[in-house]
């Protein structure tokens, strides 16, 4: 999941009004203590409706202890949905593996409401996945903009035949009594095996922190967003509800699948728990994704330890910072966010040009990485795995412009 921040504000602690409202999912909200609150208020004085919050620094306990840079991966933690898609020999089905891969990467995400790091420019994330079967998946990704914040991702299993390419663009924003983010950019999923069907583009809700100058703080993805397959003439219209005043339910999530203007059926359900699609030729459902039942299938990451991770790699770069979260120690988790601002304050001033190492913005905008992979698999896994873990030529530190 990708989220904003955290929380309310300070209560008494045998107070009513520290329950979840009703119908939401109790891990979508929390409680600040008296400090933490005293803070928020601080925060809130600076903001002025419709200000664009990646200027204002938020306090550190409102962060998730990871880099936006690795939580886009919780993309994809359930590969199983999408292995295979190319041996499926109807163009309908291959559509709605797709549809359930991008689908049950929202259920995942950390308890409260809470923001990850922004990443810095340079910042990079790389992961390998070593999945069951004996294959391999691999995974990158980086900032490659500052101001406007970009950052760049690639997915790719070639032995199970699948390749992700996007690119997010959040822009965040305050409310009144909502903080939202908007999340421009796409994500392109290729079935390798299918090269007639060229590129499934899917786009993303936007998120919502609700309740931050009063009532409880509760998360929702709300609004619309696609997936759709322009060679195969296939479209998903889908909208992440958000709950009324007076009606509706929390984590709802509807669409219609359609082929040209021909009605194939409908989603229904919650993104955090169960999702089903009704055919509409025979009515009959069928499960997409259950986060109850399958929500703990997650697919493992392997990630070098951080002593052996260059400067920039995320894990390593945030380090302090994320064991002052993990100790709940405020104060150093301050002192070491401080340090990271201002050696970035540092490098801008410099004036030096920042060069991207893992991805090239292409002539329709879109950024995509500096690799072309040889068709045998094989060779394509070690190709890849090389160009990921590779060293920068020079050894020298990414500069921002």
Request: hydrophobic letters at 35%.
């Amino acid at each position: 999941m990708i989220g904003l921040f955290t929380k309310g504000r300070p209560r008494g602690p045998s107070s009513a009004d520290d329950k979840a409202p009703e119908d939401t999912n109790p891990d979508d909200t929390s409680i600040l203590d008296e400090d933490e609150g005293s803070i928020i208020l601080s925060l809130i004085s600076q903001l002025r409706v419709g200000m664009d919050l990646s200027k204002v620094t938020f306090p550190t306990f409102v962060l998730e202890p990871r880099s936006m840079l690795e939580r886009i991966t919780d993309f994809m933690a359930h590969p199983d949905l999408i292995f295979g898609a190319e041996l499926c020999e109807e163009p309908e089905e291959r559509f709605i593996r797709v549809l359930q891969y991008y689908l049950a990467g929202w259920h995942i995400k950390p308890k409260g409401v809470k923001k990850p790091y922004n990443p810095v420019l340079g910042e990079f994330f790389r992961c390998r996945y070593d999945y069951p079967n004996g294959t391999q998946g691999f995974y990158i990704a980086e900032q490659v903009s500052h101001h406007p914040p970009i950052s760049a991702f690639y997915y790719v299993s070639p032995a199970n035949k699948v390749a992700i390419v996007g690119e997010l663009r959040p822009k965040s924003k305050f409310l009144g009594n909502s903080v939202s983010t908007v999340m421009e950019g796409e994500s392109r999923i290729t079935l390798m095996g299918r090269p007639e069907d060229s590129e499934y583009v899917v786009t993303m809700p936007n998120v919502y922190a609700r309740g931050i100058l009063f009532g409880k703080m509760v998360l929702e993805l709300g609004d619309s967003c696609t997936v759709r397959n322009g060679a195969q003439n296939f479209h998903a219209d889908l909208e992440f509800k958000t709950k009324g005043f007076f009606s509706g339910t929390y984590n709802a999530i509807a669409g219609r699948v359609k082929r040209g203007q021909t009605d194939l059926g409908d989603v229904s359900g919650k993104w955090s728990a169960l999702m089903e699609f009704k055919t509409a030729k025979t009515g009959e459902k069928r499960t997409l994704f259950d986060a109850l039942k399958s929500g703990s299938d997650v697919a493992p990451k392997w990630v070098a330890a951080e002593d052996e991770q260059e400067q920039y790699e995320s894990r390593r770069l945030w380090r302090d910072l994320t064991r002052a979260i993990l100790a709940k120690d405020m104060d150093a988790a301050t002192e070491a966010k401080t340090a990271i601002e201002n050696a970035q304050r540092e490098l801008r001033a410099t004036g030096v040009k920042h060069m991207t190492r893992f991805f090239e913005l292409r002539d329709d905008n879109c950024w995509v990485p500096r690799i072309q992979l040889p068709q045998d698999p094989q060779e394509a896994t070690a190709a890849v795995q090389a160009w990921i873990w590779s060293r920068p030529s020079d050894g020298s530190a990414p500069a921002e412009g």
